[in-house]
């Protein structure tokens, strides 16, 4: 059974930084893209992050780059995000998931059950 | 960015009904398009990959429909555990984007 559990959130101060871990299991980690998706108190769902299987592409919403860092473990099967310099705006449900290989691109498929990070002083 | 625009907002349904969603986007992206649905309080859950391919253990009264910038996902008879929120994504190109989410409620 596949089983992505994200940890690390809370509550932190504007401008401070926060490390999200996703721990994944029941599936081969390394074959597979993966996706962290935040979800604002009360609003739709936002795409953040994406890394290939090997790490060695990123991609990040624009609103993030420069501050957060999507990276991998695939030794020890996890996925993170560095979050620095965060804002109010950032405030959400983080959502770690994985991307299954769907025409050149990737579709998520699992879907952790989330962490909540609120920024605020 | 590709701009995915769903309609309706909210609709609401009996169950038994059959409901159809629309979610258009702001430009071709061929078959990239996703489905989900999250339920209150809980994580999304995949539903249709490839604008028309049901994910594993996702049951055949769900259907997706569509290329190009118009795609349908219809539910063919609304039972009380699909009350939720629908959100359509593109995976066409980054940055991935969703839909704002249409709420199917009990009529």
């Known amino acids: 059974e596949v089983q992505l559990v994200e940890s690390g959130g809370g509550l932190v101060q504007p401008g401070g930084s926060l490390r999200l871990s996703c721990a994944a299991s029941?599936?081969?980690?390394?074959?597979?893209?993966m996706t962290w998706v935040r979800q604002a108190p009360g609003k739709g769902l936002e795409w953040v992050a994406n890394?290939?299987?090997?790490?060695?592409?990123?991609y990040y919403v624009d609103s993030v780059k420069g501050r957060f860092i999507i990276s991998r473990d695939n030794a020890k099967n996890s996925l993170y995000l560095q979050m620095n310099s965060l804002r109010a705006e950032d405030t959400a449900v983080y959502y770690c998931?994985?991307?299954?290989?769907?025409?050149?691109?990737?579709?998520?498929?699992?879907w952790g059950q989330g962490t909540l990070v609120i920024v605020s002083s | 960015d590709i701009q995915m625009t769903q309609s309706p907002s909210s609709l609401s349904a009996s169950v038994g009904d059959r409901v159809t969603i629309t979610c258009r986007a702001s430009?071709?992206?061929?078959?990239?398009l996703a489905w989900f649905q999250q339920k209150p309080g809980r994580a999304p859950k995949s539903l249709i990959f490839?604008?028309?391919s049901l994910q594993s253990g996702v049951p055949a009264k769900f259907s997706g429909s569509g290329s190009g910038t118009d795609f349908t996902l219809t539910i063919s008879s609304l039972q009380p555990e699909d009350f939720a929120i629908y959100y359509c994504?593109?995976?066409?190109?980054?940055?991935?984007?969703f839909g704002q989410g249409t709420k199917v409620e009990i009529q």
């Open positions: 029941g599936f081969p980690f390394s074959s597979y893209s």
């Open positions: 490839g604008a028309s």
């Open positions: 890394i290939k299987e090997d790490g060695g592409e990123k």
């Open positions: 998931a994985r991307a299954r290989r769907s025409g050149y691109s990737y579709a998520c498929d699992n």
């Open positions: 430009q071709g992206i061929s078959n990239y």
């Open positions: 994504q593109q995976y066409y190109s980054y940055p991935w984007t």
